[in-house]
């Protein structure tokens, strides 16, 4: 059974800054391309930021010098550093485990940039 959990969300101010963790479970995490996704109330899903298995990045214009994606295939984990959080990073993030015609998702986890 394959599971994603994500963990790190929350509340911080604008300016801010939060790291989200996504474990997966089930796959062979090193061969899988690993994102995040968000998604705010009333708009669709978006990518963030995603990474290869051979750990080259690719992230949203909106996002770009701000948040960064990293993974260690050691712990099964991909990680989402935000930084200089602004309100309208406000969503709830997931995390994303794709591989040919292998995709999975995690829960979710809020994110809520506010003063």
């Known amino acids: 059974q394959v599971q994603l959990v994500e963990s790190g969300g929350g509340l911080v101010q604008p300016g801010g800054s939060l790291r989200l963790s996504c474990t997966a479970s089930g796959i062979i995490f090193s061969i899988y391309v690993m994102g995040w996704y968000r998604q705010a109330p009333g708009k669709q899903r978006e990518l963030v930021a995603s990474?290869?298995?051979?750990?080259?990045?690719n992230s949203a214009d909106s996002v770009k010098g701000r948040f960064t994606i990293s993974r260690d295939n050691a712990k099964n984990t991909v990680y989402l550093q935000m930084n200089s959080l602004k309100p309208e990073d406000t969503a709830v993030y997931y995390c994303n485990a794709k591989r040919m015609s292998n995709y999975y998702w995690g829960q979710g986890t809020q994110v809520t940039v506010s003063s």
């Open positions: 990474i290869t298995s051979g750990g080259s990045t």
